[in-house]
């Protein structure tokens, strides 16, 4: 590759209130592109197992890629990188908005933040000039009520990274809000604590200045005859947000029903929490990212009853599903306002809902009480103690200490037998796509190194109906193969890699699995393939790459990032999903074969039985031997 390209990073020691602006070597970024590619390279060269994730020695690193800033569809995102407080591992959070344009609009590419201020602040970067302002008037607000306060005191035009009072306390499932009350969130493995560890309130950012492109005629003209289809594929997803399948996933099995155990809740039910549904009762309005043609955000308001008010960011398929489904709640407006109230302390929604189900299994157990709730009935399906106890969480009240820490620590100090139905993979909550019904997804949970996370592949979408011919998927695999999964399975995490690297919405490629195909020989189709991503990369950058080369690219972050996972103490004794989803066999679903799928898996990545990356794979990659 000629490498025009360059990637500064903007370094902030906050301990000294000192910073620094780096240019990142050209070979970094060769190798690993920019976005959660670049930052896991950061992280890895400086912090390792000794590095308490709430210690001053963690980074926080806010990364974009070279796609931001381009006017290419889905290129409105960033990713933040750290080492989880939840799961002691590493951790990266995928979020849109307008942040990461702003951010490269100031001069910067990258933010990359250590050590501890000695009382809260927050952090204005513009014009590629860094401000340190004290945050004390807004310490203790809630994240819509801090942005509202910011945009008055600096511009209206200005993005924000904000955390909630559950950052501020440093509760483990706390995440980074942005963009007010629109919420787009850096949602999961506690990055939220982390800042607030470093006493950060806010990062705020704002810029004008252009972002260069190599070809910039022929992108927007190869933009313009993309986004018809673009926008076509994705109709569903825009009319009615990631929540339109909810009744086609509880149809095959996919929608989580209490704590994950109950095998059917019934479509009348399933309905009644829908985007469908939504949109016709307190849906206001749809939220995009900025150059984004799909509008996926949903804005929601409930003026009266139990649950009023709620008006800002409604919840998406994910959310809907932790409070709903898995609750046994079937209330859009009590979920609307459970959302809602994460969104303002600054929780992640799906460790959330999974800590309160968690909960709600164990009082129907009697393993805990009245006593220990602080008096509410944490029964299932009911809404108005959901809201109460997401309200114990972020003020750490009663149980909801505890449950903050998430369900892996909660479960082992309830002990007597929580632990058989603690959901989790290496400390962090599953995701709402049962490993169960797609065995891809099995082996995703398990193998992810952020932990059980969909997004680490998002391989389901091509066991329903889209298709990616350049990786040689022309047709929807069987979701409970086994013969060929991990090869499969593979191909999807190192693309993901991808996105989350140049970087790019995902929904960019699984959009289509809310469009039905128009006839019975036509499978659904993704927004845009491999060679569309590579065709972006080098009308921006002038690199030449092919599809071979980004894909070797996505496979050695991953195995970094696995380096990274090995050095804190992962291997295969803990790439296990929880006893739930290997005993308690759902209707239409069956109990993944995780002995073989593994076995399969460690053998196509080229790691040994223990599931560690080999010398001779690192050498294949260009990792350097003293990062293995």
């Known amino acids: 590759m000629d490498l025009d390209y ?33 930052g896991t390279k950061f992280l890895y060269e400086e912090t390792d197992e000794q590095t308490n994730p709430l ?28 080492k989880s407080p939840l799961t002691g591992i590493f951790a990266q959070s995928s979020v849109g908005g307008s942040w990461g344009i702003n951010l490269k609009r100031s001069g910067f590419d990258g933010i990359i933040i250590k050590g501890k201020a000695d009382k809260p602040l927050y952090i204005w970067i513009h014009e590629g000039e860094i401000e340190f302002r004290d945050a004390k008037h807004i310490w203790g607000k809630d994240t819509y009520e801090t942005a509202n306060i910011l945009k008055e005191e600096i511009s209206e035009k200005a993005s924000m990274a904000t955390i ?13 809000v942005h963009e007010g009350y629109h919420a787009r969130v850096a949602g999961r493995c506690g990055g939220g604590a982390v800042m607030g560890s470093k006493n950060i309130k806010a990062i705020v950012v704002y810029g004008i200045r252009k972002n260069l492109v190599n070809k910039p005629e022929e992108l927007k003209k190869y933009i313009k005859n993309m986004l018809p289809n673009i926008k076509e594929v994705s109709k569903g997803m825009s009319d009615f947000g990631t929540s339109a399948g909810i009744v086609n996933y509880e149809k095959i099995g996919n929608l989580a029903h209490q704590n994950w155990r109950l095998s059917d809740w019934g479509e009348e039910k399933a309905r009644k929490i829908c985007g469908q549904e939504m949109a016709k009762t307190i849906l206001t309005g749809r939220y995009a990212c900025l150059d984004c043609p799909i509008g996926c955000g949903r804005i929601v308001k409930v003026t009266e009853g139990p649950f009023a008010p709620v008006d800002g960011g409604g919840p998406e398929f994910e959310t809907i599903a932790a409070f709903g ?6 209330d859009l407006e ?16 799906i460790s959330t809902g999974g800590v309160i189900a968690f909960a709600m299994e164990a009082y129907e157990k009697g393993l805990i009480s ?46 007597k037998n929580t632990i058989e139905f603690a959901l989790h993979v290496k400390g962090l909550e599953p995701s709402f796509q049962d490993p169960r019904c797609f065995f891809s997804q099995a082996l995703s949970y398990v193998t992810t190194n952020r932990g059980a996370c969909h997004l680490g592949s998002l391989s389901h979408p091509c066991e329903l109906s889209v298709t990616l011919p350049d990786l040689g998927i022309n047709e929807p695999q069987d979701r409970h193969q086994v013969e060929g999964k991990a090869e499969f399975t593979i191909k999807l995490q190192n693309l993901m890699c991808i996105f989350d690297s140049i970087v790019m919405c995902k929904f960019m490629y699984d959009a289509g699995v809310l469009k039905k195909a128009s006839s019975e020989n036509m499978y659904g189709i993704a927004a845009i393939d491999i060679h569309h991503m590579v065709d972006f990369l080098n009308y921006v950058t002038g690199w030449g790459i092919n599809i071979e080369e980004i894909m070797k690219i996505g496979e050695r972050i991953f195995n970094l990032q696995r380096l990274y996972n090995v050095r804190c103490g992962i ?34 990545r080229g790691w040994n039985e223990e599931g560690i990356p080999t010398q001779k794979k690192l050498r294949e990659l260009n990792i350097k031997p003293e990062e293995g």
């Not at 990637?7 to 301990?15: G, P, Y």
């Not at 963690?58 to 569809?73: A, H, Q, V, Y």
């Not at 909630?164 to 980074?176: D, T």
């Not at 309200?391 to 479960?411: H, S, T």
């Open 6 to 38: 360059k990637v500064k990073i903007l370094r902030i020691d906050l301990s000294s209130k000192t910073t620094e602006i780096q240019q990142v070597d050209k070979k970094i970024i060769k190798d690993y592109m920019g976005g959660s590619g670049i």
């Open 55 to 82: 210690s001053p020695e963690n980074l926080l690193i806010f990364m974009t890629g070279p796609l931001t800033d381009t006017r290419i569809p889905g290129t409105s995102r960033h990713q933040v990188i750290f």
């Open 164 to 176: 909630g009072l559950a950052g501020e306390k440093k509760i483990k499932i706390s995440c980074i």
């Open 325 to 330: 489904s898995n609750c046994l709640i079937d």
């Open 334 to 349: 009590a979920i609307a306002k459970a959302n809602e109230l994460c969104n303002r302390y600054g929780l992640d929604t």
């Open 370 to 415: 009245k006593k220990d709730t602080g008096g509410i009935e944490l029964k299932w399906g009911n809404g108005k103690a959901l809201v109460k106890m997401i309200e114990k969480i972020a003020k750490r009240e009663d149980i909801g200490k505890l449950l903050g820490e998430g369900v892996k620590k909660a479960a082992l100090k309830i002990g």
């Open 571 to 604: 291997s295969r004794k803990d790439d296990s999903l929880p006893p739930r989803f290997l005993t308690l066999k759902r209707d239409r679903n069956k109990l993944p074969p995780m002995g073989q799928l593994l076995s399969d898996y460690y053998d196509c």
